[in-house]
Nanobody, 124 residues
């Protein structure tokens, strides 16, 4: 069982920056991919960025490419999301997720562990 705890959300003006953190509180050795997802009010949850935990390969959605950066620490106990040039449309609940699936790319795998989410609000 993988447990994930997000932190770092908050309110910021457009153009500002925030960094989210996700602590992996249990053994990450069976996790192949991790990702950040977000859900805006009234919208479906969407994948924002993913990383192969053993390969370091990253996948970014077009909406955040060039503005967001995903990273993990060497021990794979923390996942980070550095967000810059934030826009009001980046507002939403951000979730950290982990996948033990071995099929497809990190952008297409099933994510079976989720954190509780952290709110990001960007004002114009």
């Amino acid at each position: 069982q993988v447990q994930l705890v997000e932190s770092g959300g908050g309110s910021v003006e457009a153009g500002g920056s925030l960094t989210l953190a996700c602590e992996v509180t249990t053994s990450p050795y069976d996790v192949n991919c991790m990702g950040w997802f977000r859900q805006a009010p009234g919208k479906e949850r969407e994948g924002v960025v993913y990383i192969g935990t053993w390969t370091g390969t990253t996948y970014y959605s077009d909406s955040v490419k060039g503005r967001f950066t995903i990273s993990q620490d060497r021990a794979k106990k923390f996942l980070y999301l550095q967000m810059s040039s934030l826009k009001p449309e980046d507002t939403g609940m951000y979730y950290c997720a982990a996948s033990e699936d071995a099929r497809g790319t990190c952008a297409t795998r099933r994510y079976n562990y989720w954190g509780q989410g952290t709110q990001v609000t960007v004002s114009s």
